[in-house]
């Protein structure tokens, strides 16, 4: 079956940049949408953006301005920076599949802290 | 930016209890409302899908209903395994939003 996995370091340095990949296995990123969302600790589920296979975006206008989203079919993987990180920006980030605009499998998810 | 509203915060039933969630949008959504089930440290999981379809091998204990800005989640009978946090989120409008959550506790 198909399954997500997030990838990428744990411990990013404020005012720099965070990057996470994202590596679909068991299926094709192809004819999908997929989206990054993130959960701060103990807190609830924001939508970053998310992206075509064919490239096409949509971010979160609270997030636009510092995220971009790509991806890479030939690999199987989509991606996210995410610049000029601050403290708030410490949470799981999750990679997900979006269907109809709702999310219907997500990857386990990854802590990343951001560190003064 | 629509704010979906979720209540109680937390709800603290029995096993076997009827456990009834609310989420209100500040906004029409019509019936583009979702909602997903956390466990403690996992990635939530779809349930239910434009208000009322249960997501493919949800148990039929779950139930959505409701249009435009009030909505529910029932589960009719709550097993061990349901004790969890549940969000609601929409794709009315962008950017999807979500909902602060329900915790759903053992009394």
């Known amino acids: 079956q198909v399954q997500l996995q997030e990838s990428g370091p744990g411990l990013v340095k404020a005012s720099e940049t965070l990057s996470l990949t994202c590596t679909v296995s068991?299926?094709?990123?192809?004819?999908?949408?997929w989206t990054w969302i993130r959960q701060p600790p103990g807190k609830g589920l924001e939508w970053i953006g998310s992206i075509s296979f064919s490239g096409s975006t949509d971010y979160n206008p609270s997030l636009k301005s510092r995220v971009t989203m790509s991806v890479d079919t030939s690999k199987n993987q989509f991606s996210l920076k995410l610049g000029s990180v601050t403290a708030a920006d410490t949470a799981v980030y999750y990679c997900?599949?979006?269907?109809?605009?709702?999310?219907?499998?997500w990857g386990r998810g990854t802590l990343v802290t951001v560190s003064s | 930016e629509i704010v979906l509203t979720q209540s109680p915060a937390t709800l603290s039933l029995s096993p076997g209890d009827r456990a009834t969630l609310s989420c209100r949008a500040s906004?029409?959504?019509?019936?583009?409302l979702a909602w997903y089930q956390q466990k403690p440290g996992q990635a939530p999981s779809l349930l239910i899908y434009d208000a009322s379809n249960r997501a493919p091998g949800i148990p039929a204990r779950f139930s959505g209903s409701g249009s435009g800005t009030d909505f529910t989640l029932t589960i009719s009978s709550l097993e061990p395994e349901d004790f969890a946090v549940y969000y609601c989120?929409?794709?009315?409008?962008?950017?999807?939003?979500f909902g602060g959550g329900t915790k759903v506790e053992i009394k």
């Open positions: 997900a599949r979006v269907s109809t605009w709702y999310f219907d499998l």
């Open positions: 989120q929409q794709r009315s409008n962008w950017p999807l939003t």
């Open positions: 068991g299926g094709s990123i192809v004819s999908y949408y």
């Open positions: 906004q029409s959504v019509s019936s583009y």
